[in-house]
Structure formats: C-alpha cells, structure tokens
C-alpha cells in the first residue's frame, strides 16, 4: 500500500485532549480554583467545561471573581504543568507525517498560544508555524470564529479544512465554521456529543487513517 491523496487538505487541531494529555492537570487546576473559595466541583463537571474559554468559565461560576480565580488556576496549572501533561501516543508521527504528505497544519485552542507552544515542547510534538490561541480572537469556540482564523492563516476556505477535537465545542464550532469534524474519544468529552462529528475516531492510527487513507494499487 501506498499513501493516497489527504481527504482534506488542511487539518486544524484542538490542543487539550486531542494532541496532548491534559486532563489531569486542567482538573486538579479547577479542584484547586474552586476549593481555595469553598466551591468544591466534582471531575465529571469540571471536564464539561474544557475547551472553553478559562474566564467565561469561573465568571459564570463566581460573576465579578473571574480575573481572580482565573490568576490562582494559572498559578496552580504552570506550577503543575510539565509534571501533569503527558503526550498522545502517535500525536508526534501522525503530525509529521502530515507534513510528510504536504498538508498544512495548525492548532486552534482555547488556551493562551504560549501555554500550548509549552505544552508541544514537553510533550514532544513537532513545532508549528501557527497556533490560533485564546487572544487570537474576541469570541471562542462554539463560536466559528477561531477556526476561521486558522483557515485564514493557512490561506484556506472553510470547507478545504477538517477540525479534529475532543469536545462538544470543536464539533459545534467546526459545524458553524463550515468545516468537516472528527472527534477523538482519548479526550474530554462525552459520547453522546460526540457522535454529532462527521467521524469519531478512538486512537490515532484511526484517525491517521481518516486523515491519510491507504490506496491500495495494483500488483
């Protein structure tokens, strides 16, 4: 077998959950927020609300506290950080074989862009030239308009780009975007949102597949 034609061809990725392992870290870093004011929230809340923009979430929860409870998560999440996070396995190969095949890539996350940067070096992915970070944009995803950021900056139209996330928010903004979604099931989110995507995918070689499908030719 060889490597066909990429089904699409641009690939936008989600950060948290999807590329790297950083569940653990965004979950002890809200126990920790929400603790320190008496407003304990269990794990299976608390991994609802990533991918979400970190403000919007604590103003929501403690309106008028939000600026303060979001500098105690990031005291707590970059004190953590290197230790908690962890790679994808295979998130590192499908990347470079991406760029292998020619196809552009980019990361849109709800995160700042030089916490995701930190978060590639440590967990050993491949450097990008664009990531589409929280300040990148005034609204956040479910809205479209991160990721048409990202296909502005790779110089594509919507409907050339495929968004793959771990939340209901990457198929819901990929959805408002024009975009096709895959879902990975390693991450964050629930299975009942997720099967809205177009694919929904549970390890990497499947979604490598999806990405790169083999043709097979003729002897």
């Known amino acids: 077998m060889r ?12 950060f948290d959950g999807t590329l790297a392992d950083t569940i653990p870290l965004i979950l002890a870093s809200y ?5 320190s004011v008496g407003d304990p929230a269990g794990d299976d809340e608390t991994r609802g609300w990533i991918g979400r923009v970190l403000l919007e979430v604590l103003e929501e929860r403690h309106p008028g506290r939000g600026e303060e409870l979001v500098r105690r998560y990031r005291e707590h999440n970059l004190a953590h950080h ?6 994808v396995p295979g998130a590192a190969g499908l ?3 991406l760029d292998r095949a020619g196809v552009p890539t980019a990361v849109v996350s709800s995160k700042r862009e030089e916490t995701v940067r930190q978060g590639m070096r ?14 990148s944009t005034p609204v956040h995803k479910p809205h479209p308009a991160p990721l048409l950021e990202g296909a502005r900056r790779l110089g594509a139209r919507p409907q050339e780009c495929v968004y793959v996330g771990d939340a ?27 099967a809205e995507a177009d694919h929904v995918v549970d390890d990497v070689a499947t ?3 999806v990405l790169l499908p083999d043709r097979r030719t003729e002897a």
């Open 3 to 14: 490597p066909g034609a990429p089904r699409w061809p641009v690939v936008l990725f989600d």
């Open 31 to 35: 126990r920790h927020t929400l603790d």
């Open 82 to 87: 290197d230790a908690l996070i962890r790679p």
């Open 95 to 97: 990347l470079a074989d």
């Open 122 to 135: 440590v967990t050993g992915l491949p450097p990008l030239d664009h990531v589409v970070g929280m300040e």
């Open 168 to 194: 209901w928010v990457d198929v819901h903004a990929a959805r408002a975007a024009g975009m096709a979604s895959i879902a990975v099931t390693w991450g964050a989110g629930e299975a009942a949102a997720l």
């Open 207 to 209: 979604l490598r597949a």
